[in-house]
Nanobody, 126 residues
Framework: HVQLVESGGGSVQAGDSLRLSCAASGRTFSGRAFNSYAMGWFRQATGKEREFVAGIGNGTEYADSVKGRCTISRDKSTSTLVLQMNSLNPGGTAIYYC?????????????????WGQGTEVTVSS
């Protein structure tokens, strides 16, 4: 059983920064190095489909809409995935989800992820 718990969401103004965290735990992660799993951040705005934001595994990938403004990283010592978001705009308003897949290769496709967190809400006001 794997648990992913996101935190760090909130309400901010356009141009502000936010740092989202995802704490990973469970038997699957204890049996393998945290860095051996590919992980990702997705977001879902009201009335829209869930979309890829950033991923990390054998490399890093970013959606074009956040490239240059977001950085994904992970801390092996604490099994924590982080998404640093800068220069936020109202288009970033959504629920942000952390996800993990049982393979090392980075993926931008949500159907390739096996585990999901409950999400953390981000609201960006203009």
């Amino acid at each position: 059983h794997v648990q992913l718990v996101e935190s760090g969401g909130g309400s901010v103004q356009a141009g502000d920064s936010l740092r989202l965290s995802c704490a990973a735990s469970g038997r699957t992660f204890s049996g393998r190095a945290f860095n051996s799993y590919a992980m990702g951040w997705f977001r879902q705005a009201t009335g829209k489909e869930r979309e890829f934001v950033a991923g990390i595994g054998n490399g890093t990938e970013y959606a074009d809409s956040v490239k240059g403004r977001c950085t994904i990283s992970r801390d092996k010592s604490t099994s924590t995935l982080v998404l640093q978001m800068n220069s936020l705009n109202p288009g970033g308003t959504a629920i942000y989800y952390c996800a993990a897949r049982q393979w090392y290769w980075t993926s931008i496709f949500l159907q390739e992820y096996d585990y999901w967190g409950q999400g953390t809400e981000v609201t960006v006001s203009s």
